[in-house]
């Protein structure tokens, strides 16, 4: 297969990083380092050949990046997210991208919005409460606080770009400094008054859904729950797939959004947000649910003998390091699970694309106490094994050599991160 992706116009190595998304109306609401431009996932479909209607499918969804550009272009979407969070923001994305939201019902709730003088224990859990105190200035919390009680005056549909703007705002508000990823309660920064930050985002939201118009004959669905799902019962109807699963030892995505899972109840404690999302999740931290760690040999079942054979030396050898290491991270646990849990969603990505479908996907490699894990070269096998081929992977560049080569031993290598790509056969 030859892809003719990103001629002049679009620079190869930037179009699958998210560096352009704020650029991008609806994208510019929310978007995540670990995304991918807009203009890739428009590069993927142009290349298939697509035509209105057709349905691309991304099962790990994140903030929507993939679904939200493939209905602008005219495309259907279809696409699974485990985090209730991301899946909210991801929601409100997509019904904005089909012209079926009404913003101005939205603002006119929050622009009358003022500060919950009740008892704050009544709305938040101990946890919570402990957690999001830290966050915010006393009059921001309260302010937040009486956003979260006036939701129910939004209409059912509206509730995602209500949570996302208030979403927004509260990330605008927090005095905890963050590097863009996680937040918590150790580093401090300016936070803006709640009121700017409802204008700016006023703006911006309103400003983008003026030209959209309603495009009824187009289906969108974000199924909240772990891709695992995938081809359950489904059809083999999507034409595309796009998609960047977790990488090995990269983002906790329950970490990064606790601030949020607490704010908007999704999860009262640290072992809810365990229970209820990481379980949800495919294990890529020593965060993972110890169950699911401790079954880690189970999940070797799943991968083909080549594979097994491959990861065994290195779950061997990370077991070992683990006892001489600070820290004592259990990273052998997550290999096995790791791998085995994308295979099984690749597998459901083959059964619901159609015959000759094209697939993209982006991921990046690991080290683990010094010790490289090839997740693209594996990947690309994976695909294979899944029924994909004519595949090509193609380095997009190297990432954390700096972080890496200070802190970490014999990572003298920088880590790769990768456009892998095929058919399915
Ligand atoms: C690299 S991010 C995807 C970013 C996305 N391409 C975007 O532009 O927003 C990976 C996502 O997979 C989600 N995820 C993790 N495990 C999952 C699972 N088993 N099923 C579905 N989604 C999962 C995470 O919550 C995270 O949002």
Same mark, same amino acid.
């Given at each position: 297969?030859?892809?003719?992706?990103?001629?002049?116009?679009?620079?190869?190595? @930037?179009?699958?990083?998210?560096?352009?998304?704020?650029?991008?109306?609806?994208?510019?609401?929310?978007?995540?380092?670990?995304?991918?431009?807009?203009?890739?996932? !428009? +590069?993927?479909?142009?290349?298939?050949?697509?035509?209105?209607?057709?349905?691309?499918?991304?099962?790990?969804?994140?903030?929507? *990046?993939?679904?939200?550009?493939?209905?602008?272009?005219?495309?259907?979407?279809?696409?699974?997210?485990?985090?209730?969070?991301?899946?909210?923001?991801?929601?409100?994305?997509?019904?904005?991208?089909?012209?079926?939201?009404? %913003?101005?019902?939205?603002?006119?709730?929050?622009?009358?919005?003022?500060?919950?003088?009740?008892?704050?224990?009544?709305?938040?859990?101990?946890?919570?409460?402990?957690?999001?105190?830290?966050?915010?200035?006393?009059?921001?919390?309260?302010?937040?606080?009486?956003?979260?009680?006036?939701?129910?005056?939004?209409?059912?549909?509206?509730?995602?770009?209500?949570?996302?703007?208030?979403?927004?705002?509260?990330?605008?508000?927090?005095?905890?400094?963050?590097?863009?990823?996680?937040?918590?309660?150790?580093?401090?920064?300016?936070?803006? %008054?709640?009121?700017?930050?409802?204008?700016?985002?006023?703006?911006?939201?309103?400003?983008?859904?003026?030209?959209?118009?309603?495009?009824?004959?187009?289906?969108?669905?974000?199924?909240?729950?772990?891709?695992?799902?995938?081809?359950?019962?489904?059809?083999? /109807?999507?034409?595309?797939?796009? /998609?960047?699963?977790?990488?090995?030892?990269?983002?906790?995505?329950?970490?990064?959004?606790?601030?949020?899972?607490?704010?908007?109840?999704?999860?009262?404690?640290?072992?809810?947000?365990? +229970?209820?999302?990481?379980?949800?999740?495919?294990?890529?931290?020593? *965060?993972? %649910? !110890?169950?699911? $760690?401790?079954?880690?040999?189970?999940?070797?079942? $799943?991968?083909?003998?080549?594979?097994?054979?491959?990861?065994?030396?290195?779950?061997?050898?990370?077991?070992?390091?683990?006892?001489?290491?600070?820290?004592?991270?259990?990273?052998?646990?997550? @290999?096995? %699970?790791?791998?085995?849990?994308?295979?099984?969603?690749?597998?459901?990505?083959?059964?619901?694309?159609?015959?000759?479908?094209?697939?993209?996907?982006?991921?990046?490699?690991?080290?683990?106490?010094?010790?490289?894990?090839?997740?693209?070269?594996?990947?690309?096998?994976?695909?294979?094994?899944?029924?994909?081929?004519?595949?090509?992977?193609?380095?997009?560049?190297?990432?954390?050599?700096?972080?890496?080569?200070?802190?970490?031993?014999?990572?003298?290598?920088?880590?790769? +991160?990768?456009?892998?790509?095929?058919?399915?056969?």
């Amino acid at each position: 297969m030859q892809l003719a992706l990103f001629p002049e116009k679009i620079d190869r190595k @930037v179009a699958p990083t998210n560096l352009r998304s704020n650029r991008h109306p609806i994208h510019r609401w929310a978007n995540f380092i670990a995304g991918y431009s807009p203009e890739f996932v !428009s +590069e993927c479909a142009r290349d298939a050949g697509l035509n209105r209607g057709d349905v691309v499918l991304d099962p790990f969804a994140g903030l929507g *990046t993939t679904l939200t550009q493939a209905l602008l272009d005219g495309f259907s979407a279809v696409g699974y997210e485990a985090n209730p969070f991301f899946h909210e923001l991801a929601t409100a994305k997509i019904h904005a991208a089909t012209g079926r939201i009404s %913003p101005g019902d939205v603002f006119a709730v929050l622009e009358s919005t003022s500060e919950y003088g009740g008892n704050l224990s009544d709305i938040f859990s101990e946890d919570a409460l402990k957690f999001l105190k830290k966050m915010f200035a006393n009059d921001d919390f309260r302010m937040l606080a009486g956003a979260r009680r006036a939701e129910n005056l939004v209409s059912e549909a509206d509730r995602p770009l209500f949570r996302l703007v208030v979403s927004r705002i509260m990330e605008a508000v927090c005095l905890s400094q963050t590097d863009g990823v996680y937040k918590a309660p150790t580093t401090r920064k300016a936070g803006k %008054p709640f009121k700017v930050a409802l204008v700016e985002l006023r703006r911006d939201v309103l400003t983008d859904c003026q030209d959209i118009l309603p495009k009824p004959d187009l289906t969108a669905e974000l199924v909240l729950g772990p891709a695992s799902q995938l081809g359950k019962g489904r059809p083999s /109807t999507a034409s595309l797939c796009i /998609t960047s699963p977790p990488y090995l030892n990269n983002f906790d995505y329950a970490e990064m959004t606790r601030m949020e899972l607490y704010f908007w109840g999704y999860a009262r404690s640290w072992s809810e947000i365990t +229970e209820r999302v990481r379980s949800q999740m495919i294990v890529n931290t020593t *965060t993972a %649910p !110890s169950d699911l $760690k401790r079954q880690h040999l189970k999940f070797a079942t $799943k991968l083909p003998e080549g594979e097994r054979e491959f990861l065994a030396p290195i779950v061997a050898q990370l077991r070992e390091r683990r006892d001489q290491k600070a820290g004592k991270k259990d990273y052998f646990a997550l @290999v096995y %699970p790791y791998f085995a849990q994308l295979l099984e969603v690749l597998q459901g990505c083959h059964r619901v694309l159609k015959s000759e479908s094209p697939i993209h996907v982006i991921i990046g490699d690991s080290y683990l106490y010094g010790i490289h894990i090839p997740a693209g070269d594996i990947c690309r096998r994976l695909l294979e094994v899944a029924g994909f081929d004519s595949l090509q992977q193609v380095l997009l560049r190297t990432r954390g050599e700096r972080w890496i080569l200070a802190k970490r031993e014999g990572a003298g290598t920088p880590i790769g +991160e990768y456009h892998i790509y095929g058919r399915r056969n």
